[in-house]
């Protein structure tokens, strides 16, 4: 029998209990959850979803994060670092599918850098769109450079709030990591975070753990994705992440901190099809589109190797099904059943 204040939910109020009943919640309390978040994104942000158009720039990496088959020691994939000619042409085609916020990705590669310091200026002259990066851990300086150019925003998850897990899979500290975060804050650009779901001796009380971190960094995106096994990684052998505790964290997140862009992430499809509807149904309110060139997708293992690949018209299907609503995104391809 639950205790949790239904009608006047305070989620940073809530007990450990509590809030690992709602992180488990299946069937009507499920329900009952996803609708609160539901009408929480309605009240504070009227139904507006957001669509990013993905380029995944280079699949180099310095790190070993476990779970991820872009890590340094693999040397089973073949990598690639785009130049910035190749951005750029990808770019306008984002720009012209009226997307407006381009997001550059790639492993911890500070190569990137002075490919990004063409890009992101010319990006912003050339098309007038928000830039999103996902580049990793670095020092302070690069972050404010990024800011100085025109970067808008910045990825940087903090996977588990446990440190001794995160030293363990990602080999290096998680007090680094959220150094990090707090530098790009300072740095002016706009945070987003999150965990993963799944992860090697994960409990229950650390997911916990990861919606209080969540909720004390109080970024402007947040995220919970699903471990997903990957090929040539350490833990290719493990299970999918837990969808349920997935959406529930996603719906928890959308109820406590209101207003964040809340991805619907592509390994929810790939754990289950239609699991990116299931995750605006639980509160999301972003989708990304990858325009990476196929070839070079198939090279950008972060996930898996066959992994869930979004295009514009998955995107528009599942936005339609969920009755969110998308300004100036270009729709005339696109059949609505
Ligand atoms: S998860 Fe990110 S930082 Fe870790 S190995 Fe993969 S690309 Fe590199």
């Known amino acids: ?32 959850l996803w609708q609160k978040a539901r009408e929480t994104r309605q009240t504070h942000l009227e139904n507006q979803a957001v669509v990013r158009g993905v380029i995944e720039i280079s699949n180099y990496c310095q790190k070993n994060c476990d779970y991820c088959a872009i890590r340094a020691v693999n040397t089973q994939i ?6 910035a000619e190749e951005i750029l042409a990808i770019a306008q085609q984002i720009a012209e599918a009226h997307i407006p916020i381009v997001f550059l990705q790639a492993g911890q590669d500070p190569q990137c850098d002075p490919i990004l310091e063409e890009v ?14 996902c580049l990793g851990e670095r020092p302070k300086a ?3 450079r990024f ?69 004390e960094i109080n970024p402007d995106f947040v ?10 990684t350490p833990l290719e052998s493990l299970p999918y992440g837990n969808l349920n505790y997935t959406l529930n964290t996603m719906a928890i997140y959308r109820i406590a ?10 390994a929810l499809e790939k754990i289950q099809p239609g699991g990116q509807l299931m995750g605006f149904n639980a509160g999301a309110n972003v989708i990304t589109i990858n325009f990476t060139p196929q070839d070079f997708q198939e090279k950008y293992l972060i996930y898996s190797q066959k992994r869930f690949v979004v295009r514009l018209n998955h995107a528009l299907e599942t936005l339609h099904q969920a009755g969110l609503k998308v300004e100036k995104l270009i729709t005339q391809n696109y059949q609505a059943n």
């Open 1 to 32: 029998m639950t205790t949790i204040q239904k009608d006047a939910l305070e989620i940073k109020n809530l007990t450990n209990s509590e809030l690992l009943e709602l992180l488990t919640a299946e069937g009507e309390l499920q329900q009952w």
């Open 78 to 83: 073949e990598r690639y670092r785009f130049t």
């Open 120 to 133: 992101i200026p010319e990006i912003k002259r050339r098309f007038n769109v928000n830039i999103l990066l």
């Open 142 to 144: 690069v972050y404010e």
């Open 147 to 215: 800011a100085e150019l025109g970067a808008n925003s910045y990825i940087l998850k903090f996977e588990s709030s446990n440190p001794e897990l995160y030293k363990q899979i990602a080999h290096t500290s998680l007090e680094k990591r959220l150094q990090c975060a707090r530098w790009i804050q300072e740095a002016g650009l706009k945070l987003g975070t999150g965990n993963i779901v799944g992860l090697p001796h994960q409990t229950l009380d650390m997911l916990v753990d990861d919606i209080r971190l969540a909720l």
């Open 223 to 232: 995220s919970s994705s699903p471990f997903i096994p990957n090929q040539n």
């Open 257 to 266: 901190l209101k207003t964040p862009l809340i991805p619907t992430v592509s």
